[in-house]
C-alpha cells in the first residue's frame, strides 16, 4: 500500500534540465521527510537532498547545491526536484524516500522507512 513512485528522468545533454517527480502514498505524508537519493553505476548510493515539505527545512548535498531545488506540492502528496545544469556525472538513478524524521544533513546518512524503485536520469551529449 505505502508507493513512492519516482518519474520524470530521461536523457538529456549537459547543461540541460529535468524534473523528477516523486508521488507518495499510503502513508502520513506530512509527518515524513522525504530524500533524494542517486546511484551511479558501479558506486555506493549518495544522498542527494531531502525536505520536510516545508520551506526551510531542506538540505542539498555541496556536489548540487545551486543547481537542484526540492518542493513539495502538499495537496498532491508530491515532492519535485528540479534539476538544472545538468552535468554528466549527475547521471544516476535517482531514487526518493521517506523517513520519519526532520530533514537535515544527518538524514541522509540514516536509514530510511521506505523506498520507490528509482528513474534513470542520463546526461550525455
Known amino acids: 500500500q505505502v508507493q513512492l513512485v519516482e518519474s520524470g528522468g530521461g536523457l538529456v545533454q549537459p547543461g540541460g534540465s529535468l524534473r523528477l517527480s516523486c508521488a507518495a502514498s499510503g502513508f502520513d505524508f506530512d509527518s515524513y521527510t522525504i530524500a533524494w537519493f542517486r546511484q551511479r553505476t558501479g558506486r555506493e548510493r549518495e544522498g542527494v537532498s531531502c525536505?520536510?515539505?516545508?520551506?526551510?527545512?531542506?538540505f542539498y548535498v555541496a556536489s548540487v547545491k545551486g543547481r537542484f531545488t526540492i518542493s513539495t506540492d502538499k495537496a498532491e502528496t508530491t515532492v519535485y526536484m528540479q534539476m538544472n545544469n545538468l552535468k554528466p556525472e549527475d547521471t544516476a538513478t535517482y531514487y526518493c524516500?521517506?523517513?520519519?524524521?526532520?530533514?537535515?544533513?544527518?538524514?541522509?546518512?540514516?536509514?530510511?522507512?521506505?523506498w520507490g524503485k528509482g528513474t534513470q536520469v542520463t546526461v550525455s551529449s
Open positions: 525536505t520536510s515539505n516545508n520551506d526551510y527545512d531542506t
Open positions: 524516500a521517506a523517513v520519519r524524521i526532520r530533514c537535515s544533513p544527518l538524514v541522509l546518512a540514516r536509514g530510511m522507512n521506505y
